[in-house]
């Protein structure tokens, strides 16, 4: 299992990049990439129940659903 630190890099990665000139193959694995962060820091999270993880997957989750609605078109 990965290390913590290692995700909440990535995930902060994941914050940070920009979301303009994206093609919709990128926002595909834009999307994936969200849900697969979201996924690990919830294991992380039902052993500690550390506030910080639930607020990286709430930020994680807000940019995951922008990303769907642009790609869904509306």
């Given at each position: 299992?990965?290390?913590?630190?290692?995700?909440?890099?990535?995930?902060?990665?994941?914050?940070?990049?920009?979301?303009?000139?994206?093609?919709?193959?990128?926002?595909?694995?834009?999307?994936?990439?969200?849900?697969r962060l979201i996924l690990v820091i919830n294991e992380f999270f039902k052993s500690t129940n550390?506030?910080?993880?639930?607020?990286?997957?709430?930020?994680?989750?807000?940019?995951?659903?922008?990303?769907?609605?642009?790609?869904?078109?509306?």
């Amino acid at each position: 299992m990965p290390n913590i630190k290692n995700i909440k890099t990535e995930a902060q990665d994941f914050l940070n990049a920009k979301m303009n000139n994206m093609t919709t193959s990128d926002r595909v694995k834009a999307s994936r990439e969200g849900k697969r962060l979201i996924l690990v820091i919830n294991e992380f999270f039902k052993s500690t129940n550390e506030k910080s993880l639930m607020d990286l997957m709430k930020a994680i989750t807000v940019k995951k659903k922008k990303i769907e609605v642009r790609l869904n078109g509306k």
